[in-house]
């Protein structure tokens, strides 16, 4: 493994070289805060960002919003949480069967819980409320965090496919409608030519991207994934996301019932 290859290295080996460019630029170039590698990175002008995207109309018009628990996204969940929307958050790695945590500030606030601390993932999955697929509302805005992007869509996080899963369980389970908009704030530097990440037709592509210079709305006119392309998921995956587990089970059930 290389000296800043993930665990999960290998899988798409051009995508894996396109990911150490950009954190390898990222950090060359001062952008970066903190070290890059391995993760969604955060970086300069990440609020600059979100303020953006909270100016948006489609923003402001959403009541529940979904956002990764990357550091980036911190500030888009500040502004979720001070513009009194639901907050789903991803459980980091979606390691428990309760993978997503709702938080509210009105709860928040009651408990004498701060709206920045809260907005931090090492506080929210602590103060949030996990909640089960059948305790959640529609989602009306899907925030994904990403190492690299494309105008027309294209998208890759730190290489374990955790955004695809989380999108994946959240249409399987009739809570991400194919139109809900898919957006992610990113820097400016992390947005590469097209040819650099081709879609795959398991791809969640993003609907709009957010940089700290403007707002990209991609030009990918076709259908979303379905629901969870199971011949996509890893053996890793399963030994480590429960959630994956049980509804793979309930699949399997259901494909083997009598039509």
């Known amino acids: 493994m290389g000296d800043h290859e993930t665990g999960w290295a290998g899988r798409h080996t051009g995508k894996d070289a396109l990911r150490n460019e950009i954190w390898s630029t990222l950090k060359a170039n001062g952008i970066a805060i903190d070290d890059p590698y391995n993760s969604i990175p955060n970086f300069v002008g990440a609020d600059i960002a979100a303020d953006r995207l909270a100016a948006l109309p ?14 980036p996204q911190a500030h888009v969940r500040l502004h979720a949480l001070r513009d009194g929307k639901t907050l789903y958050m991803a459980y980091p790695r979606l390691a428990v069967e309760k993978c997503f945590l709702e938080l509210k500030a009105d709860d928040l606030l009651a408990r004498g819980v701060s709206l920045e601390d809260a907005s931090m993932w090492q506080n929210a999955i602590h103060v949030g409320k996990p909640v089960g697929f059948d305790e959640m509302q529609p989602v009306d805005i899907a925030v994904t965090g990403c190492v690299a992007v494309t105008r027309s869509g294209g998208r890759t996080g730190k290489g374990a496919g955790f955004a695809d899963i989380e999108f994946g369980l959240l249409r399987q389970t009739g809570l991400l409608a194919p139109q809900t908009p898919i957006i992610t704030t990113i820097h400016s530097t992390m947005v590469v030519p097209d040819e650099r990440l081709p879609l795959q037709p398991h791809d969640t592509y993003l609907t709009m991207i957010v940089t700290e210079q403007e707002v990209i709305y991609t030009t990918v006119d076709g259908p979303q994934p379905a629901g969870i392309d199971w011949t996509q998921i890893q053996p890793d995956q399963f030994e480590t996301i429960p959630v994956l587990r049980r509804l793979y089970a309930e699949y399997q059930k259901k494909s083997a019932s009598p039509k």
Do not use: E, L
Request: charged share 20%; proline share 7%; with cysteine.
């Open 58 to 71: 489609v923003w402001q018009q959403a009541r529940v919003v979904k956002c990764n628990p990357d550091a």
